[in-house]
T-cell receptor, first 113, second 114 residues
Framework: NAGVMQNPRHLVRRRGQEARLRCSPM?????VYWYRQLPEEGLKFMVY????????ESGMPKERFSAEFPKEGPSILRIQQVVRGDSAAYFC???????????FGSGTQLSVL | AQSVTQPDIHITVSEGASLELRCNYS??????LFWYVQSPGQGLQLLLK??????LVQGIKGFEAEFKRSQSSFNLRKPSVHWSDAAEYFC????????????FGAGTRLFVKA
């Protein structure tokens, strides 16, 4: 049973470009969470999704950021018009149900030049 | 508001010595509590969790943690540290209905010296 898969591992973008981060949850998991980790800081909750639904996006910046988890395919975190401050490690986690153990991917390191 | 505080940014211990990593939380109800470990360039791995019951929780890799409600603490311990334990350790509290919105502390970086 493969773990949570995130790709790419490293993503380099110039200011103003779009970044797309993908997350395939573990088989059988319908709950996906996105976290951002900034240097010297902890993980910050961004968004919680179930299949085709956004349950809680209170940690998402109001502009430029969006997330989806379609019926088929991976969850996507999209950042439009990236700025240098978006540079961070973005982690995806999945769980089989609410309140259950989270399984984390290895993260995507986004670097904005 | 829910929050998690890990007061130690870095800790250095000698191999074979005991370890305690501190964690304090703020949460209105009985929390779900977790410790995760992150090795360099890797995702996070769950060490142990507390939901209810016995306040001393055993985890993987020889780690344990004790939930102390009166102190709002959930400190992680290991009696004898191995060099492979060097990593970043995150304490977390499960907030929201069912604990889905897990709030993480800033992490404690553990260095192990020979």
């Amino acid at each position: 049973n493969a773990g949570v898969m995130q790709n790419p591992r490293h993503l380099v973008r110039r200011r103003g470009q779009e970044a797309r981060l993908r997350c395939s949850p573990m088989k059988g998991h319908s709950h996906v969470y996105w976290y951002r980790q900034l240097p010297e800081e902890g993980l910050k909750f961004m968004v919680y999704l179930q299949k085709e639904n956004i349950i809680d996006e209170s940690g998402m910046p109001k502009e430029r950021f969006s997330a989806e988890f379609p019926k088929e395919g991976p969850s996507i975190l999209r950042i439009q018009q990236v700025v240098r401050g978006d540079s961070a490690a973005y982690f995806c986690a999945s769980s089989p149900g609410v309140g259950e153990k989270l399984f984390f991917g290895s993260g995507t390191q986004l670097s904005v030049l | 508001a829910q929050s998690v505080t890990q007061p130690d940014i870095h800790i250095t211990v000698s191999e074979g010595a005991s370890l305690e990593l501190r964690c304090n939380y703020s949460y209105g109800a009985t929390p779900y509590l977790f410790w995760y470990v992150q090795s360099p360039g890797q995702g996070l791995q769950l060490l142990l969790k507390y939901f209810s019951g016995d306040t001393l929780v055993q985890g993987i890799k020889g780690f344990e943690a004790e939930f102390k409600r009166s102190q709002s603490s959930f400190n992680l311990r290991k009696p004898s540290v191995h060099w492979s334990d060097a990593a970043e350790y995150f304490c977390a509290v499960g907030a929201g209905t069912g604990g889905f919105k897990t709030i993480f502390g800033a992490g404690t970086r553990l260095f192990v010296k020979a």
